[in-house]
């Protein structure tokens, strides 16, 4: 009980040297390649799974934004695996740390954006002045369209963070309490512990939304720069 709040947060390091690399990596193993002819189960499950989102995400697209395709699953099976992989005992979630999530969105971002200016240069301009604006708000309104722009990437990140983190601080003050209640009231502690049982599956479900939000407002941003 002694324990900061935030010690599971904090950058696991091993002999003083950051292992954060090694922990990113370690989600690829929970995905079975195979190169049979029939496939086992897992294997068909994934890829019914990567074609159902596929199908989802990138229907509303035109041909330059489907070649972003590879991209965006990679991203919600990094993004969803390494959330998973929070969820276990004793480790460590990349998506609580902002510097993180950052570095995912604001490249996805930018590179949509530039896109947009690239190929469509009248319509990107034409976001930061709707049509039929009175003149007195013309640079009012360009100053707040440009902040808005810059801000999606922040709103990406921040709700990924948030998300996750406040999921892991409720199952650790929940776990704590049911240990603090097992010595003192145990029938008090089995409701809590049902709790926590609750909370758990429902983080099971928040690691997943989470990624595919995430990927679905890169994929919204794709689409309005393409």
Avoid: C
């Avoid at 950058?11 to 195979?34: D, R």
């Amino acid at each position: 009980m002694n324990e900061n709040l935030f010690a599971s947060f904090s950058t696991p390091t091993l002999m003083g040297i950051p292992i954060v690399i090694v922990i990113i990596m370690l989600p690829t193993i929970m995905f079975s390649y195979s190169n049979r002819i029939y496939n086992n189960r897992l294997v068909v499950l994934q890829q019914w799974i990567i074609q159902l989102t596929i199908k989802q995400m990138m229907s509303i697209h035109s041909q330059k934004g489907r070649s972003w395709t590879l991209l965006l699953i990679s991203l919600i099976i990094f993004i969803g695996s390494t959330n998973l992989l929070g969820l276990l005992p004793h480790t460590f979630t990349p998506t609580t740390q902002l510097s993180m999530n950052l570095g995912m969105a604001i490249p996805l971002w930018a590179g949509a954006v530039i896109l947009g200016f690239r190929n469509k240069t009248k319509s990107a301009l034409a976001h930061f002045l709707p049509q039929g604006t009175p003149i007195p708000l013309i640079p009012m309104l360009i100053i707040i369209e440009t902040i808005s722009l810059f801000i999606q990437p922040m709103a990406l990140a921040v709700r990924l963070t948030a998300n996750i983190t406040a999921g892991h601080l409720l199952i650790h003050l929940i776990g704590g309490a049911t240990l603090a209640l097992l010595s003192i009231n145990i029938p008090t502690a089995l409701i809590t512990f049902l709790i926590l049982t609750m909370l758990t599956i429902l983080e099971f479900a928040v690691a997943l939304i989470q990624a595919y939000v995430f990927t679905l407002l890169v994929s919204l941003y794709l689409h309005d720069n393409t």
